[in-house]
Structure formats: structure tokens, C-alpha cells
């Protein structure tokens, strides 16, 4: 046992030194598109004409229901070999993991805006605000808050999900710990490797719950509108948990719209 946390002891300092960058860097980058392409999604999904719904279901069903591990495989090894341009390995880390997570994201966001009480939008078209004035006053400061739980979620499983960016040659945290193996042993790497996982986890977890208080209290929302925006979070990301399998890798087929889309975008649309 002394042997063992001196083990671990030895090999937290060095993923530290040679993994952690790698890792926050595909995380940072990764969440940053994630978010992004969530929003421009989930907007398009819930207030875009037909033909924008179309193309925005078409993408997000795509990354959805494609492995995360194919993805980044096409984009470091086929995208250079078709067009010559070559992303490197941490750009196509982190463009696949924000294109990956970024379609389960647009399902938060339009549940979270199909969560805005009818009353509100109906109140603002009857205002004539215009569409951005109403969305930036009076619908998005709820939807945020709303949403904020999921971005939890999603953002925590992100984490997990960086452990694969190795496979296209990116040395990251799960890289440096298989290197760690060989000189170390089985239970100190990775028993150090999880113990940073959990960290950095642990930390955005905190941020985003931070985050989330920060909104509701503001906004003073009710406990039921929390409860129905929790169990759409909780929906959009079971087909993320179901498809990630042991390596928290997202990329199953997920909800298709449902009857509230069409209420929420009827109150929405002015």
C-alpha cells in the first residue's frame, strides 16, 4: 500500500507536467464549439423556418448518431487525404468533440426554450418587440436559465470524453498514463489518471452549478419550471449515456421532436 502511493505520488506530477494541458486544451476548445453549435442548433430547431429545421435536424441527427471515435478518425485521417488541408491533431480533437457534443446540446437548448412559459412569448409578440429585442429581453434570460442544468451534464460527460482524443495521436491525460504504465504499473497510472479526471470534472460541475444559482435567483423561477427543465436535460442526454458505453463517448441516436415542439413554436414564432 506505501508502495502504491508512492507510486501514485510519482505519477500524478507528471500527467500534471506532460498530459494536463493536452487534455484542458481539447476540453476548453471542445466546450467552447460545444456551446455554440448547441445554441445555433437549438435556435434553428425551435424558431427557424422548414427549411433551417430540416438542415439543423439533418446535422444534429448526424453527430448524434455516428460514433465520436469515427468522427475524429475521418477528420485527422480522411478530411486531409480529400481536401489536402490538415487540421492537426488537437484541431481535429477539439472540432470533433464540439461538432459531437454540440448536436446533443441543441436538444437542451430547445427544450429549454420550449420550457419558456406560453404566456411569455405570446406577451412579447403582442408587444411587437422584434424577434431579436424579444429573444435578448424576455425569452432568453429564462431559456438560459433553464438550460443551464444540462450544460451541466453535458459539459462533465465532455470531460470523459476527451480520454479518446489520444487515439488521433493527441497526448493527452489517457496518453501519458498508458506511458506512465510501463514504468509505474497498472493501479498508479491509472489510478492517478482518475483521480484528474475527477478533478476537472469536479471543478466545472461546481462552475456551472454556480452558474445555474446564479440565473434562477435572479430570474426567480419555480421549482416546477426547474423540474420540467431538469427531466428535458435528463432526455436529451440519455442517449448520450446509453451510446457512451465505458468510455463516456457520446453518439447515439437520440429523441425525435416532440408534441411540445410545434406549441412552443407556434407561441414563439411573431
Given at each position: 500500500?506505501?508502495?502504491?502511493?508512492?507510486d501514485?505520488g510519482?505519477?500524478?506530477?507528471?500527467?500534471v507536467?506532460?498530459?494536463?494541458?493536452?487534455?484542458?486544451?481539447?476540453?476548453?476548445?471542445?466546450?467552447?464549439l460545444?456551446?455554440?453549435?448547441a445554441?445555433?442548433l437549438?435556435?434553428?430547431?425551435?424558431?427557424?423556418?422548414a427549411w433551417?429545421?430540416?438542415?439543423?435536424?439533418v446535422?444534429?441527427?448526424?453527430?448524434?448518431g455516428?460514433s465520436?471515435?469515427?468522427?475524429?478518425?475521418f477528420?485527422?485521417y480522411v478530411?486531409?487525404?480529400?481536401?489536402?488541408?490538415?487540421?492537426?491533431?488537437?484541431?481535429?480533437?477539439?472540432?470533433?468533440?464540439?461538432?459531437?457534443?454540440?448536436?446533443?446540446?441543441?436538444?437542451?437548448?430547445?427544450g429549454?426554450?420550449?420550457?419558456?412559459?406560453?404566456?411569455?412569448?405570446e406577451?412579447?409578440?403582442?408587444?411587437?418587440?422584434?424577434?431579436?429585442t424579444?429573444?435578448r429581453?424576455?425569452i432568453?434570460?429564462?431559456?438560459?436559465a433553464?438550460?443551464?442544468?444540462?450544460?451541466?451534464?453535458?459539459?462533465?460527460?465532455?470531460?470523459k470524453?476527451?480520454?479518446?482524443?489520444?487515439?488521433?495521436l493527441?497526448?493527452?491525460?489517457?496518453?501519458?498514463?498508458?506511458?506512465?504504465?510501463?514504468?509505474y504499473?497498472?493501479?498508479p497510472?491509472?489510478?492517478?489518471v482518475l483521480?484528474l479526471?475527477?478533478?476537472i470534472a469536479?471543478?466545472v460541475?461546481?462552475?456551472?452549478?454556480?452558474?445555474?444559482?446564479?440565473?434562477?435567483q435572479?430570474?426567480g423561477?419555480?421549482?416546477?419550471?426547474?423540474?420540467q427543465?431538469k427531466?428535458?436535460?435528463?432526455?436529451?442526454?440519455a442517449?448520450?449515456?446509453?451510446a457512451g458505453g465505458?468510455?463516456?463517448?457520446?453518439g447515439g441516436?437520440?429523441s425525435?421532436?416532440?408534441?411540445?415542439?410545434?406549441v412552443?413554436?407556434?407561441?414563439?414564432?411573431s
Amino acid at each position: 500500500m506505501i508502495d502504491l502511493l508512492a507510486d501514485i505520488g510519482e505519477v500524478l506530477p507528471r500527467l500534471v507536467r506532460e498530459g494536463l494541458l493536452a487534455t484542458l486544451t481539447a476540453f476548453g476548445g471542445g466546450a467552447v464549439l460545444t456551446v455554440l453549435l448547441a445554441v445555433l442548433l437549438g435556435l434553428a430547431l425551435h424558431q427557424g423556418p422548414a427549411w433551417m429545421r430540416g438542415i439543423a435536424r439533418v446535422i444534429v441527427e448526424l453527430f448524434r448518431g455516428t460514433s465520436l471515435v469515427v468522427q475524429l478518425f475521418f477528420l485527422f485521417y480522411v478530411i486531409p487525404t480529400l481536401t489536402g488541408f490538415d487540421l492537426g491533431s488537437t484541431g481535429a480533437a477539439i472540432l470533433g468533440l464540439g461538432l459531437n457534443y454540440g448536436a446533443y446540446g441543441a436538444e437542451i437548448v430547445r427544450g429549454s426554450l420550449n420550457a419558456v412559459p406560453k404566456v411569455q412569448w405570446e406577451s412579447s409578440t403582442a408587444l411587437s418587440m422584434p424577434w431579436l429585442t424579444k429573444m435578448r429581453r424576455v425569452i432568453w434570460p429564462q431559456a438560459w436559465a433553464l438550460m443551464l442544468p444540462g450544460f451541466n451534464n453535458l459539459l462533465v460527460m465532455l470531460v470523459k470524453g476527451t480520454a479518446v482524443v489520444s487515439l488521433v495521436l493527441v497526448a493527452d491525460l489517457t496518453f501519458e498514463a498508458d506511458r506512465a504504465r510501463r514504468l509505474y504499473g497498472t493501479w498508479p497510472a491509472y489510478l492517478a489518471v482518475l483521480i484528474l479526471y475527477f478533478l476537472i470534472a469536479l471543478a466545472v460541475s461546481l462552475v456551472l452549478r454556480r452558474m445555474e444559482r446564479h440565473a434562477q435567483q435572479r430570474l426567480g423561477l419555480r421549482d416546477s419550471q426547474l423540474a420540467q427543465a431538469k427531466k428535458d436535460a435528463a432526455q436529451a442526454m440519455a442517449g448520450a449515456a446509453a451510446a457512451g458505453g465505458s468510455m463516456g463517448v457520446a453518439g447515439g441516436v437520440g429523441s425525435t421532436p416532440g408534441p411540445d415542439d410545434d406549441v412552443g413554436r407556434k407561441g414563439g414564432s411573431s
